[in-house]
């Protein structure tokens, strides 16, 4: 089936996030969707499947427009999509999930006694016909998440989808993961079925797509073949030509100041989340933590700061020990912690810029006069730090909620890096953010490390990790699996992919030496490297 | 780019984690209660015997009196729980999951040895004391299932008092009005299903806080039948003498010894509970309608995707939460045979609300728990007519306590639906 899309226009208040769109998915193309954050991919989606409506122009299926009241309509018409944030209900088996609004019964009519072993059984059915390898009677929350993506994918499968939406898979797997599911998408298009695959990652673009569409600021700016150069790609979609962000001297690696032994945390249910991990991070070294999401990097870092309650073993910073001290204290002893989730946990967005600027400090001198804030003081301050780092907004008494993702980021970063540190952590420090926001606090972030401090970063990016580590260590399931220089192995992004998966290094090594990553194989094949890590 | 897709190594199989143990706390907290019954029960349990009528309550066969020696019943039921605990703690110990039986039949003998303790060598009616807890757990079941409808689907109902207040009144002038307690039962649920449906607009429609919603309607019943009570109600009383539904005798099932008189010789209401609870289970856990509630109340936003309408479906859920609560309200008049009065819920929809949480959000769990605090209610009031050592303030508190005990050491938390109690905003 062919859908085409023409003129969508979308607007959220005064913000256009699609803006006249016109696209066509030929029947069995993977057609590739290539955009930063927020230029609108998602939104456009959402108009596909009916969730949002749009404020102009038409969907047409094989040339018929196609009248959408919601994703029941887009379903029936064949249309499947794999959210961005999955929607799957995590108490929920995989076969109640897969045919959740779509269910078999039996016995009496209008009784609507579930059919779960016939649910069971299509699954089975699916799952084997394109080698997916689910078990129908899995507990959604007990499963990873490259498994639950396979279980959106099972859902679009069992309603016949004939166009299926990825919203950026990828961002959740490892490169190894991301080869099984170019390998699935394979056997989709081959039995006939479109891929609208959207993504903001360059390198993968070549070893998937049959067609690229980039938009930017919710306008197709161009079309091409996945043959096209990747800096040619990568200037179409940031608007401007982009060289890679960080270029950093070698480490000058000090003392050993930061000290972690047999830390482990618990979660309310008792499991160890953080299970036994050692590192040592040294004075002007970053120490990167890669991994996949939710294998104990944010329990690790929470556990420092101590935001975490079931923590036991040793973390020193310099003589001090850090576990059973209160996050205040830990502050004081020196450590910036710039959290995962900045618009929950990195900022108050009801308060003003300046306000947030010194939620850590505000008790002292010199912005406490008495009981009472010294509203000159904190007006100077954030002069002072709104243009060292660069954020846009209208004045410093602008509420923090209101600023974009990459502004709100910079604010975060001027807070914790304006004061002394004796460590430095951030967590997915460029999480959602533009490309030029990213250049910018990674440059912060190596700033801070050539000024001798010891810097923790945890990201689940690989490039991320690439481009800040000196070091890096890999966690699986609580554990560290190794730690690895960042200059030890030519291949080392699948050698990480692995470990990403519980491979030991030495056998990480010799794995990704036989069976080289596609998308690897793919970006060595166009001769470039990338240009853009986002 | 390369065409053929290498075979992937696979990933290791997990390295084989550690035999996670369960957590040791319910085994402490059984531990507990075994010390206590070993304790109270055994070391300072009555001197003489405390006798269970067994017959009574219109029992076809009549049995004799069970007599249970006080102190020596004590022990026994004290190192039988201490006996429990070993088993559970040696499954513990070999990573096994405790036999089923297990904390069921400890649960069972601790009350046991609990009862044998408070009577305190006097007599009791055992049927007097099951039938009566059971028709006093009849609005709370009734409560707690309608909680667990709405709850499931993602809204909270504070309403419940509300509901079954208004029930009450509504079945009892209906009742009086035609003279016919059939169709004063069928205006209870018509009653809460009216409360229901404000609480549905308000909460769904209008997004207002669904608590603070809940307690507005609670109050807003309780003054309007308050202010109908006293005036059109006592001006006129013809239209507060309803008829009752009075208990009805199943033939067979009623002549089971014990047990026939307790279930099976009440009022039809208490039979529609029966089913009521039985429907509401199969309906939630074992239909499309059921799976659909549960989406919607873990997930909406996953349930709308699939093309779920999850606010029409929390429309009509708080609708039949409404309507279950408003037919529990009519045990309180037509069932009990009683006229309206004030305030006659007296706090049942919040004590059904508990029952509900302690209950799991399960209809089988709510049926439960609310059953033990009818027991408990019963208890106290039989007690209260002989003379028992035990002050009554401790007896009215000891089954909260107990279940507070029993909820935090042997359930563990209890997961509301991840939604309950979040509007859902449509994009
Ligand atoms: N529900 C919404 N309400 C308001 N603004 C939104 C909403 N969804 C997305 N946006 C805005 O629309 C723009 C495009 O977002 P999105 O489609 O998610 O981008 P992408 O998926 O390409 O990263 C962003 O600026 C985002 O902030
Ligand atoms: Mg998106």
């Known amino acids: 089936m062919e859908l085409a899309l023409e003129g969508i226009t979308k607007r959220f208040g005064s913000l256009v996030a699609n803006d006249g769109i016109d696209l066509v998915v030929a029947p069995g193309e993977v057609h590739c969707l290539l955009g930063e954050n927020g230029a609108g991919k998602s939104t456009l989606m959402n108009v596909i499947y009916g969730l949002y409506r749009p404020d102009a122009g038409r969907i047409l299926v094989d040339g018929r427009p196609l009248e959408l009241t919601g994703p029941g309509d887009a379903m029936a018409a064949g249309i499947g999509m794999v959210h961005q944030h999955f929607m799957l209900v995590p108490v929920f088996t995989v076969a109640e999930n897969v045919v959740l609004g779509h269910e078999p019964t039996k016995g009496p009519k209008g009784v609507g006694l579930l059919d779960l072993a016939g ?200 003589e001090t020990e850090l576990v059973g001290l209160r996050t205040r204290e830990v502050l004081d002893a020196g450590v910036g912690f710039v959290p995962e989730d900045r618009t929950h946990d990195g900022l108050v967005g009801t308060f003003s810029i300046e ?117 890096i260590a890999v966690m699986y399931r609580g554990r560290v699996v190794g730690v690895v220089p960042a200059d030890r192995h030519e291949n080392l992004r699948d050698v990480l992919g692995l470990m990403m998966a519980g491979v030991p290094e030495a056998e990480a090594v010799a794995q990704a030496a036989a069976y080289p990553s596609e998308v690897e194989a793919a970006a060595a094949d166009a001769g470039d490297d990338p240009v853009v890590t986002t | ?218 109050v807003l019943v309780l003054g309007l039948t308050n202010y109908l009570f006293s005036t059109v109600l006592s001006a006129d009383r013809s239209l507060n003498s309803p008829p009752g539904l009075g208990p009805v005798a199943i033939p067979l099932l009623s002549n089971i010894p014990v047990l026939g008189p307790v279930l099976f010789n009440q009022s039809v209401i208490v039979y529609l509970m029966y089913v009521a609870v039985a429907v509401v289970h199969v309906a939630l856990f074992r239909t499309r309608w059921g799976l659909r509630v549960r989406a919607v109340g873990e997930h909406p936003r996953a349930a709308d995707t699939v093309g779920i309408n999850v606010n029409r479906t929390r429309f009509v859920n708080v609708l039949i939460a409404g309507a279950l609560a408003g037919l529990g309200g009519a045990m309180l008049t037509l069932g009990a045979s009683l006229a309206f009065g004030q305030n006659m819920s007296a706090g049942k929809g919040y004590i059904a609300l508990a029952a509900m949480i302690f209950g799991r959000y399960s209809p089988k769990g709510a049926l439960a728990a609310a059953l033990l605090f009818g027991l408990a209610t019963n208890l106290q009031d039989i007690l209260s007519s002989i003379s028992t050592p035990v002050p009554s303030q401790f007896l009215l508190m000891a089954p909260y306590l107990a279940t507070v005990l029993a909820v935090a050491g042997l359930v563990g938390r209890v997961r509301a639906p991840a939604a309950d109690g979040q509007p859902y905003v449509k994009q």
């Open chain 1, 119 to 318: 649910a069971r059984r299509r699954v089975r059915e699916l799952s084997d016909r394109y080698g997916l390898a689910v078990d129908p009677d899995a507990l959604i929350e007990d499963l990873p998440v490259g498994v639950q993506q396979r279980v959106e994918i099972l859902k679009a499968l069992v309603r016949d989808a004939k166009v299926l939406i990825l919203d950026e898979p990828t961002a959740v797997l490892t490169p190894q993961e991301t080869d099984e599911l170019i390998a699935i998408m394979r056997q989709l298009t081959a039995a006939g079925t479109s891929i609208v695959f959207i993504t903001h990652k360059l390198r993968e673009v070549r070893a998937i797509a049959d067609r690229i569409t980039v938009i930017r600021r919710g306008k197709v700016v161009g079309s091409a073949d996945p043959s096209a150069p990747e800096n040619e790609l990568a200037a179409l979609m940031v608007g401007r030509s982009v060289s890679l962000g960080v270029t950093k001297a070698p480490p000058k690696t000090g003392e050993v100041t930061v000290r972690v032994r047999d830390l482990v945390v618990r979660d309310h249910a008792g499991t160890r989340v953080v299970d036994g991990v050692d590192l040592d991070i040294a004075r002007g070294e970053v120490l990167a933590v890669a991994g996949v999401q939710g294998n104990g990097q944010t329990e690790l870092t929470e556990a420092i700061v101590g935001l975490q309650d079931a923590v036991t073993g040793s973390i020193r910073l310099g």
């Open chain 2, 1 to 218: 780019m390369s065409t053929s897709a290498p075979a992937q190594p696979t990933a290791p199989a997990a390295a084989a984690a550690p035999v996670e143990r369960s957590s040791a706390r319910p085994v402490w907290v059984m531990a507990a209660f075994a010390a206590l019954a070993l304790l109270l029960f055994g070391g300072f349990g009555p001197a003489g015997s405390s006798t269970f009528a067994l017959s009574g309550g219109g029992a076809a066969v009549s049995l004799p009196d069970l007599p249970l020696p006080g102190r020596p019943s004590g022990w026994v039921i004290g190192l039988a729980c201490v006996a429990l605990v070993v088993v559970v703690e040696l499954a513990r110990r070999a990573g096994r999951p405790a036999p089923r039986w297990a904390v069921p039949l400890f649960a069972a003998l601790w009350v046991v040895g609990f009862l044998v303790w408070v009577v305190a060598g006097q007599r009791i009616s055992l049927v007097g004391l099951l039938g009566g807890g059971l028709v006093l757990a009849v609005p709370l079941v009734f409560g707690a299932l309608s909680g667990v409808v709405s709850e499931r689907a993602g809204v909270v109902n504070i309403a419940i008092e509300g509901q079954l207040l208004a029930g009450a009144f509504l079945s009892a002038v209906v009742a009086s009005a035609t003279d016919s307690a059939w169709l004063g039962l069928l205006a209870a649920p018509l009653a809460g299903a009216l409360v229901g449906l404000l609480l549905a607009i308000f909460a769904i429609r209008y997004l207002v806080d669904q608590i603070i919603v809940g307690v507005v309607l609670n």
């Open chain 1, 355 to 471: 306000e947030n600027l010194v939620l850590d400090r505000h008790r002292a001198a010199p912005f406490a006069k008495g009981p009472a804030l010294d509203r000159t003081a904190l007006r100077a301050n954030a002069t002072q730090l709104i243009g060292d780092f660069d954020v846009r907004a209208s004045g410093p008494e602008v509420a923090a909620g209101t600023l974009s993702g990459g502004n709100q980021q910079k604010v975060v970063l001027a807070r914790e890096l304006s004061r002394p540190l004796q460590l430095f952590i951030a967590s997915q420090p460029t999480r959602g953010l533009d490309v030029g926001s990213i250049e910018f606090v990674h440059r912060r972030i190596v700033a801070e490390r050539d000024a001798g401090t010891p810097v923790l970063i945890v990201s689940t990016e690989l490039d991320e990790v690439l481009a800040l580590a000196d070091r």
